[in-house]
């Protein structure tokens, strides 16, 4: 699986949009970007995949750049629950085998 | 609602003893995981099994072993704790159908004195 890149920290006020970047530019064509988070001590939390298309769900946006090198993850509007270490992680689904190998992270403070 | 769980929560055991972490999950998920993360780092896979009989090495899988005898399990021992092993362990399992997202426990601290 490829190799991804995230700065290590970022600040976002409260009700702003949120915008963390990951690179991956080694990323294959049959690999996934998915995005997970983890607040506090509390175990990671899914938020959002895509393979080539921008994704929306309830939580968050997906932004992939055409040559899927680069993506970005939109929360709207930030709240402090937002909190959190955000994991960005390329993944290659091979029969159905799919294990979630995590970097670093950004560590994402949503403040008043 | 399918979950996953992990027991203990928090653990305290001596050097040199043999601990087992439970995982069970109720999603009929074959994809099972264990993790470890130490205090201000990221996680790391520790073992995993992609179906019944089924076990794998991670990263980290000196000193720990799993069996799968069941799709709801995957028990992790550590066979002779040592203090190295203080973490926090989750455990984690996804399906194998298209790119379905894994679910994780909310971890078990162990302390290793």
């Known amino acids: 699986d490829a190799k991804t890149t995230q700065p290590p920290s970022m600040d976002c006020a409260e009700g702003r949009a949120a915008n963390l970047p990951c690179n991956h530019s080694t990323i294959s064509g049959n690999e996934y970007v998915y995005w997970y988070r983890q607040i506090h001590s509390q175990g990671p939390q899914y938020i959002i995949h895509g393979l080539k298309n921008n994704e929306t769900n309830e939580m968050a946006s997906l932004i992939i750049t055409e040559d899927r090198k680069s993506s970005t993850l939109i929360l709207p509007h930030a709240t402090l629950r937002d909190t959190a270490v955000y994991y960005c992680?390329?993944?290659?689904?091979?029969?159905?085998?799919?294990?979630?190998?995590f970097g670093a992270g950004t560590r994402l403070a949503v403040h008043p | 609602d399918a979950e996953i769980t992990q027991s203990p929560r928090h653990k305290i055991t001596e050097t040199g003893r043999q601990v087992t972490l439970a995982c069970h999950q109720t999603?009929?998920?074959?994809?099972m995981f264990w993790y470890r993360q130490d205090l201000g780092h990221g996680l790391r896979l520790i073992h995993y099994s992609y179906g019944v009989q089924d076990t794998n090495k991670g990263e980290v899988s000196d000193g720990y072993s799993v069996s799968r005898s069941n799709t709801e399990d995957l028990p992790l021992t550590l066979e002779s704790a040592a203090s190295s092993q203080t973490s926090v362990y989750f455990c984690?399992?996804?399906?194998?159908?298209?790119?379905?997202?894994?679910?994780f426990g909310q971890g078990t601290r162990l302390t290793v004195v």
């Open positions: 992680i390329a993944l290659k689904f091979s029969g159905g085998y799919n294990k979630l190998i």
């Open positions: 999603w009929n998920h074959n994809n």
């Open positions: 984690a399992s996804s399906g194998t159908r298209g790119s379905t997202e894994a679910f």
